[in-house]
């Protein structure tokens, strides 16, 4: 009659692994709650006071019964550890070769920008059974990205990138909240993730207007930026070449080494002295104020394409090969490239 | 029978809650430590964000840090340090009952404190001068390091104005036992807010000794 | 030990009637009573800001209160009820009034510092109702940053400085039972022979001055970033964000634990006197305080698995966080124990332990699916976790300082409550109160956000039965304001032991001469010694 839900939709790959830890420590927690509440009105019962200076009987304790309700417990709760971090674990090892969709947050609405063009600005279109990654920033506060039917949730942190992903499970459209307080209007940064068949999916895709390719736009910046001046394809540049560097380990003046991931390039860009690759001077200025969030994305996206395995390829564009300009825009229908 | 008052005249000092003097010396003495420690973590605090920045912005932090006047910082630990020892001596005077020698040592150590904070005055006026001072006239010369000289310069001011407010209230205190030295309240059997007070101004100089090296120290070999 | 045979003393509430010797006293009694004047008004405004977002949340559309409003009713409901309510309540009232006199000595060690820490407490608390009253905050009552040094336009700056204020008088309070514990039990009262309560109090005030200092420094540094701009957490400037954080949890996790181990205290009071015998285990259930106080340092990653940190601090802070379980389970274990061929009275300090077992159990363990990493990530700032913190603060700490309030009130009123009265009122507060938050729990997993006054419509059946439960809460609580209030001048005298129970404070009158104890006491029983009581009462 009043139809009161117990639980989101599962929608992801995740959802099940995700509810199935929550039954278990439900049937955990309910056992000791209801064997506890049973004792209490038992001896409750039982024991009442009978007259009114009756004193209780001294019952001695007993270390066997101490260590035994200590070491149950925590054994109980050792388990529970193990099988949340190893959900947390799936939760945050994309595997290599997920679809990205950039995510910036800013008050108070949620940008999703694919890589091939198409712009949404509080809807998020997906295919199903394919493994998305959203890379996400903030232009402002802290936010967070949370899709309670996939069971998932990540921080956009101004100043970092941080990562997400999931496997979409079942068509349909799914809740998308803002779940990390912003101010005003942060109830009403909310959106919908639409997860599409195949084909459906690249029919959305190659229809509608799409603000051109992410990466000839992060290609643009990096002329426009005048990076290329510095960062020349050959050794030559006063900075060290990106051709080839996304993921890979470099060695630091300091001797350190380090992992050039997303937030290592967001680094150099915004604070470039606070790490010198080996055998090259501290010259880079800070483009801090310079480059938005979106345009971050767009240049990180750009040198993710450009690195040793183009990890940025999306769906419906080939994948760049090093050293080449980005691949055809995606507006011609072209078939799915998996 | 542990009972202060039935008994003749008992010390002005008592307090009435406590059974006893060497009680209420003992609870004075340790709720000096118990204060300590909030202390610790008080600054605690600001050595984290300290150790933190200073990882991150290692460069940064050797070029803000060569703006610091060793010298000042150098003849700064030196005086706190003699002021520690003339507390000691102020400490110790008072177990020996020679008033006139706690109040001697009482003095200098007021006067030292106030040559402290009397270099801390000119350090400040300085930053100020070279738009050091973070905030929207903060300006640094070397325009690769501007963001974490000002981080070094906030962490700067931050931990050593806390420590300067400590060392004012504690010229304050200084000052409250000398009045009461000069009077004769201190005796052999009752000198523990000397003691206690002794072992604020340790603490607080132990607090520079770490400041010393870690702002004005950086870089230099 | 023997009560007043000689000539009669006046009691503390007699002796002296001016509002100096009110507002100037050094008697910890009265300054515990200064307290429960403040900690009720706080709790009537943190309460006031409750109903009114319960309010709001009737309906799916955010249409009775402005945006801007509703995200300032409910950070200064979090703000009032966290820093001004449930952190002073039961140490600085029953804390106050009890600690001396449970130990056998005359008052704190240092008096003048406890009236001190009332006079900061206060100060704190007009800075935050001047906050309030000049238009209000909204960032929170954790106050992160950005939002709150670079794009909230509210009164953050001035509630900051209450907070930070107020927490010296944590400090100051913490530091006054650590060194009266250490330093002025009466002969004979050893360690082990201390009530459960001492034990509680004692490992709180660990945690109050350990803890408090660092979220002062956050503090400070949000106000300095606000205006200066510094950088310390702005992104744009170098700064991080995440700092904060770290700094802001690694006192608010602790100050958990300030707000519920003295409540699991008073339960061990109420429980040895309400089964007249002796806790079950109480070296157990002491050492646990002192664990919980201690691996509770340790913990406050836990708030933060989605923020960005390293999954290996993560892994670090959640075994952390499931061992520091085991020991409040060890402590509901042994008061469960404690009933069996106990003497089980059914007064209203009983219905108060028995409604603060449930519902610090669900609570409790409510935490265990939050410890963990994976289902973390799902239930993370989501109503979940409102329901979580609400059983263990409210089904707990509130549970236990009612039932304190009612077990004490004869010594400290030398008034009896009305009975009757009591139960009800404690029945109506149990039920008001799950039905408020066991909805939220259902409503978390389903991914309802905290801090939205809007929510998709299919949510609004949960919504509307805990703003229904909210209002039989609000009621029950409203009961002992009135009949405390009432019994204060009509209420029937109360003899020196009332309750026929064990512990120091039951052998002097109701209520206590000024200075507790003619002479100083010598302890020769065990704490709980209801089997051989008949030896020690008079």
């Known amino acids: 009659m009043f139809n009161i839900p117990l639980f989101p939709e599962q929608a992801s790959g995740f959802a099940g692994r995700v509810d199935n830890l929550y039954f278990f420590i439900t049937a955990v927690t309910a056992f000791f709650a209801v064997l506890v509440v049973v004792l209490v009105f038992v001896f409750a019962t039982k024991y009442r006071r009978r007259h009114a200076d009756q004193v209780g009987v001294p019952v001695h304790g007993a270390l066997a019964l101490e260590i035994t309700w200590t070491l149950i417990p925590l054994v109980l709760a050792m388990v529970m550890f193990v099988w949340g971090a190893s959900v947390y674990f799936a939760l945050a090892k994309p595997p290599s070769d997920t679809m990205e969709i950039y995510t910036v947050g800013k008050r108070w609405m949620w940008k999703f920008q694919h890589v091939t063009g198409q712009r949404e600005i509080n809807e998020l279109h997906v295919p199903v059974n394919k493994p998305v990654k959203l890379i996400i920033g903030s232009e402002d506060v802290i936010h967070s990205v949370y899709v309670p039917a996939f069971r998932v949730k990540m921080d956009a942190v101004p100043g970092r990138t941080t990562t997400l992903w999931f496997t979409a499970t079942k068509p349909g459209r799914y809740h998308l909240f803002c779940t990390e307080y912003c101010g005003m209007k942060h109830s009403g940064m909310v959106g919908w993730v639409t997860v599409m068949e195949p084909q459906a999916f690249q029919t959305w895709l190659a229809g509608g207007p799409a603000s051109g390719n992410m990466l000839e736009a992060g290609q643009k910046l990096f002329t426009d930026l005048a990076c290329v001046t510095c960062h020349r394809d050959d050794s030559g540049g006063r900075g060290p070449s990106l051709k080839g560097l996304f993921g890979t380990t470099v060695r630091l003046q300091t001797g350190a080494s380090v992992k050039a991931d997303e937030n290592y390039l967001r680094e150099s860009i915004m604070s470039p002295q606070a790490k010198i690759v080996e055998g090259y001077q501290p010259l880079m200025p800070t483009f801090q104020g310079l480059v938005s969030e979106e345009q971050l994305m767009q240049l990180l996206a750009y040198i993710k394409s450009i690195g040793p395995t183009g990890t940025a390829a999306p769906t419906a564009t080939t994948a760049a090969p090093a050293g080449q300009p980005a691949a055809q825009p995606a507006a011609a229908g072209a078939p799915a490239t998996p | 029978m542990p009972n202060g008052h039935a008994d003749t005249a008992h010390h002005p000092a008592l307090q009435h809650h406590f059974d006893n003097l060497e009680q209420q010396q003992d609870a004075a003495t340790f709720g000096m430590w118990v204060f300590l420690v909030t202390e610790v973590l008080f600054f605690g605090g600001m050595f984290m964000a300290y150790t933190l920045y200073r990882y991150w912005y290692p460069d940064g932090w050797v070029a803000a840090s060569h703006h610091l006047n060793v010298l000042l910082g150098a003849f700064n630990t030196a005086v706190l340090i003699g002021s520690s020892l003339t507390m000691a001596l102020a400490v110790r005077a008072g177990q020996l009952g020679e008033r006139r020698g706690q109040v001697l040592f009482l003095v200098l150590t007021i006067l030292l404190g106030a040559v402290f904070l009397g270099v801390k005055v000119v350090e400040y006026a300085d930053k100020f001068e070279h738009h050091l001072v973070p905030g929207p006239n903060f300006l640094f010369d070397d325009a690769r390091y501007a963001r974490p000289a000002q981080i070094f310069f906030s962490v700067y001011f931050a931990m050593t104005g806390m420590h300067a407010l400590h060392m004012i209230i504690g010229l304050g205190l200084l000052t409250w036992l000398l009045l009461n030295a000069i009077k004769g309240r201190f005796t052999r059997e009752w000198n523990t807010p000397v003691e206690v007070v002794g072992l604020y101004w340790h603490f607080v100089d132990i607090i520079w000794i770490f400041l010393f090296p870690l702002l004005y120290l950086v870089g230099h070999h | ?538």
């Open chain 3, 1 to 538: 030990m023997d009560t007043a045979t000689a000539a009669p003393r006046v009691d503390y509430l007699e002796n002296g009637h001016t509002w100096q010797s009110w507002l100037l006293t050094r008697d910890h009694k009265r300054i515990a009573l200064l307290y429960l004047f403040g900690v009720t008004f706080f709790f009537a405004v943190g309460g006031l800001f409750a109903l009114m977002v319960r309010l709001e949340l009737l309906t799916p559309l955010g249409d009775l209160f402005e945006a801007e409003t509703y995200n300032k009713l409910f950070t200064m409901h979090g703000v009032a009820m966290v820093f001004f309510f449930l952190i002073p309540a039961v140490p600085a009232v029953l804390g106050n009034f009890l600690v001396p006199i449970m130990i056998g000595a005359k008052d704190l060690a240092f008096p003048r510092v406890n009236l001190l820490s009332w006079y900061v407490y206060m100060v704190g608390g007009l800075f935050t109702m001047g906050a309030v009253i000049l238009g209000g905050v909204d960032t929170g009552w954790t106050f992160y940053t950005p939002y709150s040094t670079a794009a909230s336009n509210t009164h953050v700056i001035m509630t900051g400085l209450g907070v930070f204020i107020s927490g010296f008088s944590s400090i100051l309070t913490g530091f006054n039972f650590i060194v009266t514990i250490h330093k002025m039990r009466a002969p004979g009262m050893t360690w082990f022979r201390l009530p459960l309560f001492i034990w509680a109090h004692y490992a709180t005030a660990l945690i109050m001055i350990l803890g408090t200092p660092v979220v002062a420094i956050a503090i400070v540094l949000v106000a300095l970033e606000r205006t200066l701009h510094i950088g310390i957490f702005d992104p744009t400037l170098g700064g991080d964000p995440v700092l904060y954080q770290h700094l802001f949890w690694f006192y608010s996790h602790p100050a958990v634990y300030v707000m519920v181990l003295p409540a699991m205290g008073v339960i061990s009071e109420l429980i040895a006197a309400g089964a007249r015998k002796e806790i079950f285990g109480y070296k157990f259930v002491a050492f646990s305080s002192l664990g919980i106080a201690l691996i509770g340092f340790f913990v406050w990653g836990h708030h933060m698995y989605v923020s960005s940190q390293s999954i290996f601090a993560g892994l670090i802070f959640s075994v952390l966080t499931y061992l520091v379980a085991v020991p409040s389970a060890v402590k509901v274990f042994n008061w469960t124990a404690t009933l069996y061929k106990g003497s089980i009275s059914y007064d209203a300090p009983m219905i108060y332990a028995f409604g603060f077992l449930g519902l610090f159990l669900i609570g409790g363990l409510t935490g265990l699916f939050l410890g963990a990493m994976g289902l973390d990530v799902h239930v993370h700032d989501t109503y979940f976790v409102v329901a979580h913190f609400h059983y263990v603060m409210v089904g707990g700490t509130i549970m236990a300082y009612l039932g304190g309030l009612h077990y004490w009130w004869p010594k400290i009123s030398g008034r009896l409550y009305p009975e009757g009265w009591a139960r009800f009122a404690a029945l109506v507060i149990f039920v008001g109160f799950n039905l408020t938050f066991f909805p939220q729990f259902l409503l978390g997993y389903m991914g309802m956000p905290r801090r939205y006054h809007m929510y998709p419509e299919e949510w609004q059946v949960l919504n509307v039965l805990s703003t229904a439960g909210a209002s039989i809460l609000g009621t029950g609580y409203l009961l002992p304001m009135i009949y405390f209030t009432w019994s204060w001048r009509k209420g029937p005298k109360a003899t020196a032991n009332p309750w026929g129970a064990t512990g120091l404070e039951w052998t002097i009158p109701s209520p206590p001469p000024t200075e507790n104890f003619i002479e100083t006491p010598i302890v020769t029983a065990p704490a709980y010694d209801y089997a051989h009581q008949e030896e020690h009462v008079a």
